[in-house]
């Protein structure tokens, strides 16, 4: 017999970013919005973000898409040019 999943026994992928997560697109519908939305001049190019993105997928401080160094949404953070990881990864 094959388990059914359900809330109580799914598991959350904790070195996923939010883009990543399943049933999280209407969640952070406007996460994404936000960013897209950002003055050209405070945005990180695409390359950049991408680079940040990848260095917080490995970190060991990803959890759920939020940085437990700092509480943040790391794909929010990357997205702006002049913020930093506050451990100094990027």
Known sequence: MEAKETAVNKR???RCLTREMAGS???FENLYA???G????IKADGTLYEKRLGVCRECDLLFQ???RACGCYVELRAAVAR???PY???
Do not use: P
């Open 65 to 67: 898409g939020m940085c």
């Open 25 to 27: 697109e209407a969640y």
């Open 34 to 36: 936000y960013i897209a």
């Open 12 to 14: 959350a992928c904790k």
């Open 38 to 41: 950002l003055d050209d001049g």
């Open 88 to 90: 100094k990864k990027w």
């Open 83 to 85: 913020n930093e990881c």
